[in-house]
């Protein structure tokens, strides 16, 4: 009997190599190689017409099909993402009428780059590939996935979408290495991201609310005193590099060149001197028993939600939905507890500003496959154009009036908690609008605030809304933005997910270090941090920074 | 004229034709494996290649660079390979230590057992965490054994001891590891060797009463004896897996705190393999684990045929 060893990997690889070769019988794939004999064809299809936009569209001779990504955040009691009233209004509505098959592919929220990377090795790439992240993006594009986009035709197809991005400066970011590469929806500002604080802890105690970190852990130390949690803040393991909380350590004002090297969402700035002084005081925190000792071996925060509907813990952070269970869920424990935003100066000392990340003006990024042939690349360009039309971006965001939202005196949506038929997806079908736009736009800072407080939050708490985009008009100065590069880094698509893990591992460890080791094991794991691959990553963005420069 | 073809047929395949008469049933039987076997195992041969390939999937194989050994050559100076690397060899050997005698200690424990009943109960309840996958086994333990709110040390603190890292803490995860991959697997394991021991001749056993033989003689020189063929091709069978590395397991088994030991090939294998889209160093280090894997099973089985055993090939 002969027996090669189970080999670990050839499961994998079998399956991918296997789809691809098989990829070709599939019926209903998109074709990876007709693109040039349907290059050919399509000039008898859509958009010969000289009329640019929505009006010049005609449908296919033949059919073609188009697979757009959506994200599957796995959120209970709700319809799968890819099958659902509003995918099937998309094709009744646009699909049917321009002769285009949309099917929508469920990308797991939590593990997108592995499954996008799958379904791009296995030839079966979805028309549209994207991601929040600018850095990934790039990566897509590093990869060979994506096409270059030819922007003349993008707009003559799409003109309202087009005309937003030149509108509100994107369309310099579209470009890499100088070749067009990249469409972006835009981003219109959310107040929905908040931490939350126990307001009737902050009474039980007999103070107010924090306005800086003396204050602040006074009274988690009379929290804790009196019994009230078993450990005041929630904390989880860190799932992306984004280092958040080392904002009040930077200097102010941001030095440019440090932001461009340090300041990042994918790659965590271990070895930067602000991030030293928040894992520094972390570990004091953690010390005086400020969180879970177990809060590592929370690995997608579910624990530190938990914790915080159970009342064991008093901050909790996330963004604020309308029908966010860990509001309902906190108040079925405790019906007495209140809730308000935690002020943006509690965590400040002396000298300090309340200084965060701003967004760039763009919100989802998308390219499109290089496995797309010309006629399934200008069926999405119609798409992104019809989803950009007022009326159908309008209703998609909002549903049906007297069903999904009612309209206020203003004529502004005010959402509804509607369960029927035509429910809306998770976040007023967000994951779906994302292609165009990232949030619900109505031309003014007051009219967005209005609706969001409706989106946004539960029934009897828009007051959250209304504090949170308080503290952000007033902090709103001392926001920055990313460096963004022209040119794509390489060394960090192929160090990113060590240095994540790397990340996850040194952080705990110097978090729930004890205090006198802390500096110690700072300097080592800093070290081995470097020569895992952050130092390439460093001497590459200085260079290409010191480039951009000249 | 029909004839004349007949005969002018090799004798091989003529008895090839006879037996494939004669046994068609079972030949069909077989047909559904050997499928698996050329689907699974071989058809993904072709993609081998991307080892050697700079390979990006959009590129396809032939858009893909050549690049030889290089990807070979960057990973042998990787700092983190040679951490899982380490890590699997020293964790398999451990496996291999304690998890392989606790099956044939089982079978022969099994065996004495006269009172039937009871052994048929032992064993269903032996044999049933294997049927468990390593996602529940891991996620009922990892619930058990947290340091602050599991069942187990809320026990032992209860009863005035400290509490243990058993799953948080590197050395003691080890031993948590190895353990309950015995306690999963050794029911299991027993069939093979019960069924080896159902083949010893009874009168073996009869004769060794006779010659005066207790409980432990007749296991010892004769269960034991009797099982030896079993048993040395099922360790030559395990040293193939030396290089192995079960991903579930180790996934499942992950927090940070243990990542010094718990990072083995295929979780090197999975971060900068598949997360990281990397899929010619996956493909490099699999290769590598499959060669090495084979060359142990080769060597293993020359030795066991130095040693008069008959080996596997």
Same mark, same amino acid.
């Given at each position: 009997?002969?027996?090669?060893?189970?080999?670990?990997?050839?499961?994998?690889?079998?399956?991918?190599?296997?789809?691809?070769?098989?990829?070709?019988?599939?019926?209903?794939?998109?074709?990876?190689?007709?693109?040039?004999?349907?290059?050919?064809?399509?000039?008898?299809?859509?958009?010969?017409?000289?009329?640019?936009?929505?009006?010049?569209?005609?449908?296919?001779?033949?059919?073609?099909?188009?697979?757009?990504?959506?994200?599957?955040?796995?959120?209970?009691?709700?319809?799968?993402?890819?099958?659902?009233?509003?995918?099937?209004?998309?094709?009744?509505?646009?699909?049917?009428?321009?002769?285009?098959?949309?099917?929508?592919?469920?990308?797991?929220?939590?593990?997108?780059?592995?499954?996008?990377?799958?379904?791009?090795?296995?030839?079966?790439?979805?028309?549209?590939?994207?991601? @929040?992240?600018?850095?990934?993006?790039?990566?897509?594009?590093?990869?060979?996935?994506?096409?270059?986009?030819?922007?003349?035709?993008?707009?003559?197809?799409?003109?309202?979408?087009?005309?937003?991005?030149?509108? @509100?400066?994107?369309?310099?970011?579209?470009?890499?290495?100088?070749?067009?590469?990249?469409?972006?929806?835009?981003?219109?500002?959310?107040?929905?991201?908040?931490?939350?604080?126990?307001?009737?802890?902050?009474?039980?105690?007999?103070?107010?609310?924090?306005?800086?970190?003396?204050?602040?852990?006074?009274?988690?130390?009379?929290?804790?005193?009196?019994?009230?949690?078993?450990?005041?803040?929630?904390?989880?393991?860190?799932?992306?590099?984004?280092?958040?909380?080392?904002?009040?350590?930077?200097?102010?004002?941001?030095?440019?060149?440090?932001?461009?090297?340090?300041?990042?969402?994918?790659?965590?700035?271990?070895?930067?001197?602000?991030?030293?002084?928040?894992?520094?005081?972390?570990?004091?925190?953690?010390?005086?028993?400020?969180?879970?000792?177990?809060?590592?071996?929370?690995?997608?925060?579910?624990?530190?939600?938990?914790?915080?509907?159970?009342?064991?813990?008093?901050?909790?952070?996330?963004?604020?939905?309308?029908?966010?269970?860990?509001?309902?869920?906190?108040?079925?424990?405790?019906?007495?507890?209140?809730?308000?935003?935690?002020?943006?100066?509690?965590?400040?000392?002396?000298?300090?500003?309340?200084?965060?990340?701003?967004?760039?003006?763009?919100?989802?990024?998308?390219?499109?496959?290089?496995?797309?042939?010309?006629?399934?690349?200008?069926?999405?360009?119609?798409?992104?154009?019809?989803?950009?039309?007022?009326?159908?971006?309008?209703?998609?965001?909002?549903?049906?009036?007297?069903?999904?939202?009612?309209?206020?005196?203003?004529?502004?949506?005010?959402?509804?908690?509607?369960?029927?038929?035509?429910?809306?997806?998770?976040?007023?079908?967000?994951?779906?609008?994302?292609?165009?736009?990232?949030?619900?736009?109505?031309?003014?800072?007051?009219?967005?605030?209005?609706?969001?407080?409706?989106?946004?939050?539960?029934?009897?708490?828009?007051?959250?809304?209304?504090?949170?985009?308080?503290?952000?008009?007033?902090?709103?100065?001392?926001?920055?933005?990313? @460096?963004?590069?022209?040119?794509?880094?390489?060394?960090?698509?192929?160090?990113?997910?060590?240095?994540?893990?790397?990340?996850?591992?040194?952080?705990?460890?110097?978090?729930?270090?004890?205090?006198?080791?802390?500096?110690?094991?700072?300097?080592?794991?800093?070290?081995?941090?470097?020569?895992?691959?952050?130092?390439?990553?460093?001497?590459?963005?200085?260079?290409?920074?010191?480039?951009?420069?000249? | 004229?029909?004839?004349?073809?007949?005969?002018?047929?090799?004798?091989?395949?003529?008895?090839?034709?006879?037996?494939?008469?004669?046994?068609?049933?079972?030949?069909?039987?077989?047909?559904?494996?050997?499928?698996?076997?050329?689907?699974?195992?071989?058809?993904?041969?072709?993609?081998?290649?991307?080892?050697?390939?700079?390979?990006?999937?959009?590129?396809?194989?032939?858009?893909?660079?050549?690049?030889?050994?290089?990807?070979?050559?960057?990973?042998?100076?990787?700092?983190?390979?040679?951490?899982?690397?380490?890590?699997?060899?020293?964790?398999?050997?451990?496996?291999?230590?304690?998890?392989?005698?606790?099956?044939?200690?089982?079978?022969?424990?099994?065996?004495?057992?006269?009172?039937?009943?009871?052994?048929?109960?032992?064993?269903?309840?032996?044999?049933?965490?294997?049927?468990?996958?390593?996602?529940?086994?891991?996620?009922?333990?990892?619930?058990?054994?947290?340091?602050?709110?599991?069942?187990?040390?809320?026990?032992?603190?209860?009863?005035?001891?400290?509490?243990?890292?058993?799953?948080?803490?590197?050395?003691?995860?080890?031993?948590?590891?190895?353990?309950?991959?015995?306690?999963?697997?050794?029911?299991?394991?027993?069939?093979?060797?019960?069924?080896?021991?159902?083949?010893?001749?009874?009168?073996?056993?009869?004769?060794?009463?006779?010659?005066?033989?207790?409980?432990?003689?007749?296991?010892?020189?004769?269960?034991?004896?009797?099982?030896?063929?079993?048993?040395?091709?099922?360790?030559?069978?395990?040293?193939?897996?030396?290089?192995?590395?079960?991903?579930?397991?180790?996934?499942?088994?992950?927090?940070?705190?243990?990542?010094?030991?718990?990072?083995?090939?295929?979780?090197?294998?999975?971060?900068?393999?598949?997360?990281?889209?990397?899929?010619?160093?996956?493909?490099?280090?699999?290769?590598?684990?499959?060669?090495?894997?084979?060359?142990?099973?080769?060597?293993?089985?020359?030795?066991?045929?130095?040693?008069?055993?008959?080996?596997?090939?």
């Amino acid at each position: 009997m002969k027996k090669v060893n189970a080999k670990q990997l050839s499961l994998a690889l079998a399956a991918v190599v296997s789809a691809s070769a098989l990829a070709g019988c599939g019926s209903g794939a998109s074709s990876s190689s007709s693109s040039s004999s349907s290059a050919a064809e399509s000039t008898t299809a859509a958009q010969t017409s000289a009329v640019a936009g929505i009006d010049g569209f005609k449908a296919f001779d033949k059919q073609v099909e188009i697979q757009i990504p959506v994200y599957d955040r796995n959120v209970d009691g709700l319809p799968p993402v890819d099958d659902n009233y509003w995918t099937k209004w998309i094709q009744s509505q646009f699909g049917d009428k321009y002769n285009i098959k949309v099917t929508y592919v469920a990308i797991p929220r939590t593990d997108e780059v592995t499954k996008m990377n799958m379904l791009i090795a296995a030839g079966e790439s979805p028309d549209i590939v994207f991601h @929040y992240d600018y850095p990934q993006a790039v990566a897509y594009a590093d990869q060979g996935a994506l096409q270059e986009i030819d922007m003349e035709q993008f707009k003559q197809i799409a003109p309202t979408y087009y005309k937003n991005m030149e509108d @509100y400066g994107i369309l310099p970011y579209c470009k890499l290495n100088g070749k067009d590469m990249f469409v972006m929806a835009r981003r219109p500002t959310a107040y929905n991201w908040v931490t939350l604080i126990r307001q009737d802890w902050i009474d039980a105690v007999g103070m107010e609310m924090p306005k800086n970190y003396s204050e602040y852990t006074a009274l988690l130390d009379a929290w804790i005193a009196k019994g009230l949690c078993q450990y005041p803040l929630t904390m989880s393991l860190p799932t992306t590099g984004y280092v958040a909380g080392n904002y009040p350590f930077r200097p102010y004002p941001p030095n440019e060149e440090d932001t461009a090297l340090y300041s990042d969402l994918s790659i965590a700035s271990l070895t930067w001197e602000p991030t030293y002084k928040m894992l520094k005081r972390q570990n004091a925190e953690y010390n005086k028993g400020y969180y879970s000792k177990e809060y590592y071996l929370d690995k997608d925060g579910s624990q530190a939600k938990a914790d915080f509907i159970a009342g064991k813990t008093g901050v909790y952070a996330n963004y604020l939905t309308a029908n966010s269970d860990y509001v309902s869920g906190l108040l079925q424990n405790n019906p007495n507890a209140k809730l308000a935003v935690l002020s943006p100066y509690a965590t400040l000392e002396d000298g300090q500003v309340p200084a965060g990340r701003a967004y760039w003006p763009f919100g989802m990024i998308l390219g499109f496959s290089s496995q797309s042939s010309a006629d399934e690349t200008k069926a999405v360009e119609m798409l992104l154009e019809w989803m950009s039309q007022k009326d159908n971006l309008f209703t998609l965001q909002n549903g049906y009036e007297g069903k999904n939202y009612t309209l206020d005196s203003n004529g502004l949506p005010v959402m509804q908690d509607y369960q029927g038929e035509e429910r809306m997806n998770y976040n007023s079908n967000k994951d779906m609008f994302c292609l165009v736009i990232e949030g619900k736009d109505y031309g003014s800072d007051e009219a967005n605030l209005q609706v969001q407080k409706t989106t946004y939050a539960p029934k009897g708490y828009e007051y959250l809304i209304d504090d949170s985009y308080k503290f952000y008009k007033e902090t709103e100065k001392y926001l920055t933005t990313d @460096y963004l590069f022209s040119k794509s880094i390489a060394s960090v698509a192929e160090y990113k997910e060590t240095l994540l893990s790397k990340w996850q591992e040194y952080s705990v460890k110097l978090i729930t270090c004890k205090p006198d080791e802390f500096d110690a094991l700072y300097k080592q794991f800093s070290k081995d941090y470097l020569d895992s691959g952050y130092q390439t990553i460093l001497d590459e963005r200085k260079a290409a920074y010191e480039e951009s420069k000249k | 004229m029909a004839n004349g073809k007949q005969t002018s047929l090799s004798p091989f395949l003529k008895s090839w034709k006879n037996s494939l008469k004669r046994d068609w049933q079972l030949y069909l039987l077989l047909l559904l494996p050997v499928a698996m076997v050329i689907i699974f195992k071989y058809a993904s041969y072709p993609g081998l290649r991307i080892a050697f390939l700079d390979y990006k999937p959009a590129l396809g194989y032939d858009g893909s660079k050549f690049i030889g050994f290089g990807t070979f050559q960057k990973i042998f100076k990787d700092a983190d390979f040679l951490k899982a690397l380490k890590n699997t060899v020293i964790f398999n050997f451990a496996d291999l230590i304690v998890g392989f005698p606790m099956p044939i200690i089982l079978a022969i424990l099994l065996n004495e057992i006269h009172f039937k009943r009871f052994k048929k109960v032992s064993q269903t309840i032996l044999y049933l965490p294997h049927f468990l996958s390593w996602v529940i086994v891991a996620s009922i333990f990892t619930q058990l054994l947290k340091p602050e709110t599991g069942l187990v040390n809320i026990l032992i603190t209860n009863l005035g001891g400290q509490s243990v890292h058993f799953l948080t803490e590197k050395y003691h995860w080890a031993v948590s590891y190895i353990v309950i991959a015995v306690w999963q697997g050794m029911g299991w394991g027993t069939i093979i060797y019960l069924a080896a021991i159902t083949g010893i001749n009874g009168e073996l056993y009869e004769a060794a009463t006779i010659d005066g033989a207790g409980r432990f003689g007749k296991i010892w020189h004769v269960t034991l004896p009797g099982i030896k063929g079993t048993i040395v091709t099922l360790l030559i069978m395990n040293l193939g897996r030396m290089m192995g590395s079960s991903f579930e397991r180790l996934y499942s088994f992950d927090n940070v705190m243990v990542t010094d030991f718990q990072y083995q090939l295929s979780i090197y294998i999975y971060e900068k393999g598949l997360q990281a889209g990397n899929f010619s160093m996956a493909t490099a280090v699999g290769l590598f684990q499959s060669l090495v894997g084979l060359i142990l099973v080769i060597a293993s089985d020359r030795f066991a045929k130095l040693l008069g055993e008959d080996g596997l090939m």
